[in-house]
T-cell receptor
Framework: GEEVAQTPKHLVRGEGQKAKLYCAPI?????VFWYQQVLKNEFKFLIS????????ETGMPKERFSAKCLPNSPCSLEIQATKLEDSAVYFC????????????FGPGTRLTVL | RKEVEQDPGPFNVPEGATVAFNCTYS??????FFWYRQDCRKEPKLLMS???SGNEDGRFTAQLNRASQYISLLIRDSKLSDSATYLC?????????????FGQGTELSVKP
């Protein structure tokens, strides 16, 4: 597609439940990024992929968070045993990996952990 | 010190005003710079990439100062519809596929 698609738009989970978020990058883009935005505009980088391969996972919490980008499937970000502090908007972005390397963002998934 | 820092907001300006935002970055190896606009916690939308020579798009002008390690955004003749949060973003690695580091955002409110 010509836009980054994310599902679901909203997700509500009780503490300790699992949450799974999906992202379909723009067709032809080889890089996918996940960011977390909590409260006032603080974006935190989580992980990036180059095609199906993890490119940079320096932002991923070691426990509870995992992500995949498999061929012919949307990318996914999974949080096991959610905590209250995981409540945030999770944005996915994709880029072509060209010289300017602009990242285009999806509409985000708002996760609320109760 | 944060890797990317922006002017604190909010900026409240009347329609037609000129407003400027600055953003400093700490990693001198950074190669790619962007201004995004975010409305009401929706997704950031690319406003402008920032090129070494500076670039202009209608009422918007972006500048890069590598020596002082800052980028700027100038909005001329501001409109009510310019009200949003403006985020600067930097790819500090200089590599393709590198993550973006965002500033904390500057809120702009344009009043009639």
């Amino acid at each position: 597609g010509e836009e980054v698609a994310q599902t679901p738009k909203h997700l509500v989970r009780g503490e300790g439940q699992k949450a799974k978020l999906y992202c379909a990058p723009i067709k032809g883009h080889s890089y996918v990024f996940w960011y977390q935005q909590v409260l006032k505009n603080e974006f935190k980088f989580l992980i990036s992929f180059q095609n199906e391969n993890v490119f940079d996972e320096t932002g991923m919490p070691k426990e509870r968070f995992s992500a995949k980008c498999l061929p012919n499937s949307p990318c996914s970000l999974e949080i096991q045993a959610t905590k209250l502090e995981d409540s945030a908007v999770y944005f996915c972005a994709s880029s072509q990996g060209d010289a300017q390397d602009t990242q285009y963002f999806g509409p985000g998934t708002r996760l609320t952990v109760l | 010190r944060k890797e990317v820092e922006q002017d604190p907001g909010p900026f409240n300006v009347p329609e037609g005003a000129t407003v400027a935002f600055n953003c400093t970055y700490s990693n001198s190896a950074s190669q790619s710079f962007f201004w995004y606009r975010q409305d009401c916690r929706k997704e950031p939308k690319l406003l402008m990439s920032v090129y070494s020579s500076g670039n202009e798009d209608g009422r918007f002008t972006a500048q890069l100062n590598r020596a002082s390690q800052y980028i700027s955004l100038l909005i001329r003749d501001s409109k009510l519809s310019d009200s949003a949060t403006y985020l600067c973003a930097v790819n500090p690695s200089g590599n393709q596929g590198g993550k973006l580091i965002f500033g904390q955002g500057t809120e702009l409110s344009v009043k009639p």
